[in-house]
């Protein structure tokens, strides 16, 4: 098969975490081309992407460019949106995705997979406040309504939080992590770096198979007490598990977040709505990732691919 006659796929958020993992599987697998969008044609990941063999176009994720993104998405077979995270109190997240998927399926692409959450407001009665899960299941129902092929997939919560989010710190031998959920709390994580993009990969190689579904990608169910015990078998280094459950316990080690209240209430609203109903949706099949790709890092594997060592780490495309 020539290279031109291969299906483009359009990726949006080209240089983030599930985007790099997408367009990086996408063309290594040798099935597809793929048009990148980002922010910024010349950073280090749109050129690395690029010597890949992606088509870099510059494609800020921003209300008001509607006719932008048409002509961006013109020629493609399929797409991959996501949302770029949205501070509170913003409320963009929601119109923007609308407006990225009206404008695919204008440019007249086949097939949209979107990455997607839990529709936090809805099954919570409103009590928990977590727009950046809201907002994405918000944009998932209007692709349902449109006249366009789609499927989502929806991420665990990340490894990667704790190395760029919630770093840890040492304290005298011992290395104090924060971690967001109650010590004993199991809860689903992957890595968005490495797991993105195989099963997004299958969807597309399988359109037809994955219509209407959504699908949930998960590396390893694992309570904060295990990832510790894990980290200190892993790295040799001493260490303890430290709240940033708790309203106080979060500001103890990030005081820095009291600055915007309406990001610690989503912070907050977040992790308690993981714990009292759930991540996923008890309709979901949460080893459908992992036996797709049972290369899928749990977090020992993590651990031991990133090297981690308790450094604070940035993942800025």
Known sequence: MSTDNKPLIAVTGATSKQGRSVVTTLLESQRFRVRAFTRRKDSPEALRLEKLGAEIVTMPLELGRQNDLVAAFKGADGAFLMTPPIAPPETI?????????????????????FSTLENVHKITGGTK????????ARVADHIRGLPVSHSFIMLAFFYTNLLEYYAPRMDGDTLLLPIYLPEDFAAPFVD????TGPVVLEIFSNP???NGKTLPVVGDI???????ETFQRV????????????RDGLLAYFPEFAANEFFVRELLGMVEYAVEYGYFGKEHDLEWSRRLAPETLNWEQFLRTSGWRGDKRSFGG
């Open 192 to 195: 968005p770096l490495t797991a």
């Open 129 to 136: 406040y977590a727009p950046h899960f809201t907002d994405k």
């Open 235 to 246: 790295t040799g280094i001493k260490a303890e598990y430290r709240n940033a459950f708790t």
């Open 222 to 228: 694992i309570s904060p007490r295990q990832m510790v």
């Open 208 to 210: 037809a198979r994955y």
């Open 93 to 113: 997240e929601a119109p923007l995705g609308r407006q990225l998927a009206d404008a695919a399926v204008e440019a007249g692409v086949q097939h949209i997979v």
